[in-house]
């Protein structure tokens, strides 16, 4: 199978796990995405975080009303505009893979997000 850990072994490239995390808009309602991208970068950086899932409504919105489409769309763009150079030298930042949800029921959906 391709990319398999003989795949890895046969080419001699070092291969390490992903790490992945979920979490929600941190701050308060109408209050932008700040706090939520600064502990993205905080994660990424000092955990080795290689893809980010962010639930676009904060804790105390639970699973009611709107989600925050533009929020989630700050953090996208803040952590796409981190990509410097290979990502692979000490001090470069790097870009990080975001995935937003929230509300998402269809396939006309998931084209807005």
């Given at each position: 199978?391709?990319?398999?850990?003989?795949?890895a072994?046969?080419?001699?490239?070092?291969?390490?796990?992903?790490?992945?995390?979920?979490?929600?808009?941190?701050?308060?309602?109408?209050?932008?995405?700040?706090?939520?991208v600064?502990?993205?970068?905080?994660?990424?950086?000092?955990?080795?975080l290689?893809?980010?899932?962010?639930?676009?409504r904060?804790?105390e919105?639970?699973?009611?009303?709107p989600?925050?489409?533009?929020?989630?769309?700050?953090?996208?763009?803040?952590?796409?505009?981190?990509?410097?150079?290979?990502?692979?030298?000490?001090?470069?930042a790097?870009?990080?893979?975001?995935?937003?949800?929230?509300d998402?029921?269809?396939?006309?959906?998931?084209?807005?997000?």
């Amino acid at each position: 199978s391709s990319g398999g850990p003989s795949t890895a072994a046969a080419t001699g490239k070092r291969t390490k796990p992903r790490l992945s995390a979920k979490i929600r808009l941190l701050g308060s309602s109408g209050g932008g995405a700040g706090d939520t991208v600064r502990f993205a970068r905080r994660l990424r950086d000092e955990s080795g975080l290689d893809l980010l899932a962010v639930h676009c409504r904060r804790r105390e919105d639970k699973h009611d009303g709107p989600p925050d489409y533009g929020a989630g769309g700050e953090i996208v763009r803040a952590l796409k505009e981190d990509a410097v150079g290979d990502g692979e030298g000490e001090g470069k930042a790097r870009g990080m893979p975001v995935a937003i949800n929230g509300d998402v029921k269809s396939l006309r959906d998931a084209r807005m997000v």
